[in-house]
């Protein structure tokens, strides 16, 4: 069936260090994925996508890598802030002509100034 | 402010109650959705709407009923909920483009809390 893994409950780091979070996916259908972050008492929101067509997609600070040979994702962030600590998500949508995200369990960042 | 607005913030509600969940969007999108997030749990998708049909149940109990009016609202009508009801429950809105999947906007969610 489909699913979403995380490696890592909790990720530790200092500020300005750079933070990669893992994501493991099992449905190799998955054409679309998305990082989400989610702060205390907020919904989830929106970091950075990628398709199934590329392996690499580069925002502000942020980096997503997609390996599909091992189906692995992983976030790359640069230069981590106090204000990135949040729990971080990855979600995979089969291309079904409508959203069907299916969610990890998180990985918490907690970045020490 | 993603653009999906949910109301009321937070809820408490005794297992004999009824009562409703509202989420509206204003990003003009023809999905939408309800999310259930509970303490370290994946977030589990119950319901999609499309143009105002409903195009999935994710296995949800009767006792969630949702009610999309127009493509900018959407309900989720509580009632003879349990304890283990209690949870962050989402509400999110997407523009599929011709098909292809484009991210999902969530509201703040509503705290909700089965007595």
């Known amino acids: 069936g489909e699913s979403v893994g995380l490696h890592l409950p909790t990720l530790s780091v200092q500020e300005g260090d750079n933070s990669i979070i893992n994501c493991a996916y099992s449905n190799s259908a998955s054409d679309y994925f998305i990082w989400y972050k989610q702060e205390s008492g907020k919904g989830p929101q929106f970091i950075i996508d990628?398709?199934?067509?590329?392996d690499k997609r580069q925002g502000q600070r942020v980096t997503v890598l997609l390996n599909k040979t091992v189906k692995h994702l992983s976030l790359q962030i640069a230069a981590t802030q106090p204000g990135d600590s949040a729990v971080y998500f990855c979600a995979e949508n089969m291309n079904t002509g409508f959203q069907k995200l299916v969610f990890g369990t998180g990985t918490r960042l907690l970045v020490s100034p | 402010e993603t653009g999906v607005t949910q109301t009321p913030r937070h809820l408490v509600m005794g297992m004999t109650n009824k009562k409703s969940l509202k989420c509206e969007q204003h990003l003009g999108h023809n999905a939408m959705y309800w999310y259930k997030q509970s303490a370290k749990k994946p977030l589990e998708l119950m319901f999609v709407?499309?143009?105002?049909?409903?195009?999935e149940n994710n296995s949800v109990p009767s006792r969630f009923s949702p009610e999309c009016p127009n493509s900018s609202h959407l309900f989720l009508h509580l009632h003879t909920l349990q304890p283990e009801d209690s949870a962050l429950y989402l509400c999110?809105?997407?523009?599929?483009?011709?098909?292809?999947?484009?991210?999902?906007?969530f509201g703040q969610g509503t705290r909700l809390t089965v007595v």
């Open positions: 999110a809105s997407s523009q599929p483009d011709r098909g292809v999947n484009t991210e999902a906007f």
């Open positions: 990628i398709r199934s067509n590329m």
């Open positions: 709407y499309n143009f105002k049909e409903q195009t």
